[in-house]
Structures are given as C-alpha cells and as structure tokens.
C-alpha cells in the first residue's frame, strides 16, 4: 500500500504551500507516521483472523517512510530475498489476494529428491506434531528429513544410512518416516510416520501431499490501510502543521 501526497490528498497541496521551505518536511513526517499506523493496524488485523499467528508472519510487513523529496510512503510484505525462512509475501500473499500459497523449503527439498510430485503441496496429517502456532514442529520437521536423506539436519539426526548405529538411533526414538510419492493401497501419496509400542505400531500421516492450497483472501490489507489512512493523516498532519517551531512565538 502506498501513499502518495499528490496523489491521494491533493487537497493539502496549497496548505503545503503557506508553508514554504518546511511544507515538504510537515508532510513527510504526516506520511510517514500513517504508515507506522496502517502498519500497526494491520498487525492487530493478523491477530485477529489467524490462528495463533507467529511472530514472523505478524512482523512480515516493511514500511519505507517518507522524506522531504519523496513525498511517498509504502507499507507492504517483506519479500526477503536475502534473509533467511520463508519470504513473508509467499505466506500472506495468498492471504491478501487468494489463490495457491508458494512452496516451502521442506516441500522444495522433497521434490528435488523425487519423494514429492512438482508442483504439488504437503499439508499436516494426523502423525504431524504441532506447535502453539498451529504449525508443524521444526524439531519434527528435522527429523523426518534427516532420515529421508535430504538434509544434514542438527538436533534429531537419525538419518538412516543402513548402519547399525543409524538403526540403533531410530530404533531408540522409536519413529521411522517413509514416503508414498504416488499413494499404496488406499494410502493418499504423502509422508508417513510409523511409531512403535510395546504391543505393536501404528502408521499416520505425517504430511499429505496435494495438487493445490486453495486460499481465500481473508487478510483485508487494503481495507485497512485505506480506513487507517482515511482516519489518521489528517489528524498527524494538522498536529505537525501547528507545532510550535523553535523560537516561534
């Protein structure tokens, strides 16, 4: 979302005006903290109709403030292309506009190792763990990998190299993964988990592999920003356009 003086309050131009050489600098900090609102805003909004939302996905919005010649603010997802974890705009912009989610990292990696149709999606099964945030543990996640032999994981490692002290390490956590790239005998294609008991074992899915993620959009981004900047630009303007400046009297 963005906010441009020209653009979206043409009214103000003139007021800009009586003020000379501070105009630009009046209108600004006006953008610039109606953006830090709108973001705020939109924060509260996440809360609101997400499920416990985690704090990555509550903080994935940027905001790039105003300046004196540039009398525009923007507030929008982080795409993130050199950070680390999964760009924001890949998860909430789904979330804004509707349609199919982008891939994770994990699902990435199971389809370049052929366990995970192209272009398909994992959602958790009943054999997945979840954590406060309603997401699959990255403990869990880890560990399932390591022992699909698709990642050098840290933590639970237990990758299953056929050797009898990779078999003793899962034997003693007492799960095995497995996959079905293409679904067995009424089993959807998916990944699995087989826990072991003292009277038998038990097989769930851990993650079950679909064509799509269907989203509705259910993040009402615009909304916001638009009713936030609608009730609060003109109230941080005139308060910035009557401050006293120093040595006025």
């Given at each position: 979302m963005r906010m441009n003086l020209r653009t979206d309050f043409p009214a103000v131009a003139a007021r800009i005006e009586e003020l000379g050489r501070r105009g630009p600098i009046v209108a600004?900090?006006?953008?610039?903290?109606?953006?830090?609102?709108v973001q705020v805003a939109i924060k509260t909004e996440m809360r609101s109709v997400f499920d416990r939302p985690t704090p990555y996905a509550v903080n994935g919005t940027f905001l790039k403030p105003a300046t004196k010649t540039s009398l525009e603010a923007r507030v929008w997802v982080k795409d993130n292309p050199f950070g680390k974890g999964t760009p924001a705009d890949r998860f909430l912009g789904p979330q804004i506009f509707g349609g199919n989610r982008g891939l994770k990292g994990m699902e990435r990696l199971l389809q370049a190792n052929g366990m995970m149709p192209q272009g398909w999606f994992a959602v958790p099964g009943d054999g997945a763990t979840l954590d406060a945030n309603g997401n699959v543990r990255r403990a869990q996640i880890t560990q399932m990998l390591s022992q699909l032999?698709?990642?050098r994981g840290a933590g639970h490692e237990s990758r299953a190299s056929?050797?009898?002290r990779s078999n003793r390490t899962i034997a003693r956590q007492g799960v095995?993964?497995?996959?079905?790239?293409?679904?067995?005998?009424?089993?959807?294609?998916?990944?699995?988990?087989?826990?072991?008991?003292?009277?038998?074992?038990?097989?769930?899915?851990m993650f079950v592999f679909v064509q799509q993620v269907q989203y509705k959009p259910r993040l009402r981004f615009h909304e916001i920003g638009q009713a936030t900047i609608e009730a609060k630009f003109t109230v941080h303007f005139n308060a910035e356009f009557n401050r006293p400046r120093p040595g006025s009297t």
């Open positions: 600004a900090i006006a953008l610039t903290r109606t953006a830090k609102d032999k698709v990642q056929g050797s009898a095995t993964y497995f996959v079905l790239p293409n679904g067995n005998r009424g089993l959807p294609p998916g990944v699995y988990i087989k826990r072991r008991f003292a009277h038998g074992t038990a097989i769930k899915p």
